[in-house]
């Protein structure tokens, strides 16, 4: 692969990671509220989400090996897994890594919920949370696409959508809060 074809598929699996993980946390709030999509069934929006999260890890594990292996720019495996050690861009890049690094560990104990316990693991995948935003920031700072108008407008797209669903499972908590104890009953 020439050095132009790796930096085209860096750009293209990173741009196809936001999209699917947008999705994912999109997902991951729709089975939170027990909803189901059109035509499927809850078990199917489950499903559906776990499925997605697997090939959004997929493309991004894709995008972390050609921005190792294109040498246009130096960035090690150590780099995509210890944050801010990189001499390129070291504060973009370590936000990458540190997403990365978040999603690992929900990866990691969601492929062993049954040992670790349900409690355990929905503590540890509270971190998808904080993960998106740290990837989309990370994309902003690093990505060579990052003003381009369709980048612009597929960021812009993707914060539109996260925003809304979290405002809809914000709402929806609150609604089940007993104002007396401040707890679900």
Known sequence: ??????????????AITLILFTLVVLLGIA???????????????????????????????????FAVIDGYVNIT???????FIGDYQPLWLGLGTVAFDLMLAVLITS???QRIGHRTWRTIHWLAYA????????????????GTDWMTWLTISCVATVLTAA??????????LDPAEGVRP
């Open 1 to 14: 692969m020439t050095s132009e074809t790796l930096w085209y598929a860096n750009r293209a699996t990173g």
């Open 31 to 65: 089975v939170r509220l027990r909803t189901r999509l059109p035509t499927l069934p809850r078990f199917g929006t489950i499903s559906l989400h776990r499925t997605l999260s697997l090939s959004a890890t997929a493309f991004l594990a894709l995008h972390i090996v």
């Open 77 to 83: 495996v150590l780099d995509a897994v210890i944050p």
């Open 111 to 113: 492929l062993l919920r």
């Open 131 to 146: 993960s998106w935003p740290v990837a989309l920031i990370h994309g902003i700072g690093i990505g060579t696409d990052s």
């Open 167 to 176: 405002g809809i499972r914000t709402a929806a908590a609150l609604r089940h």
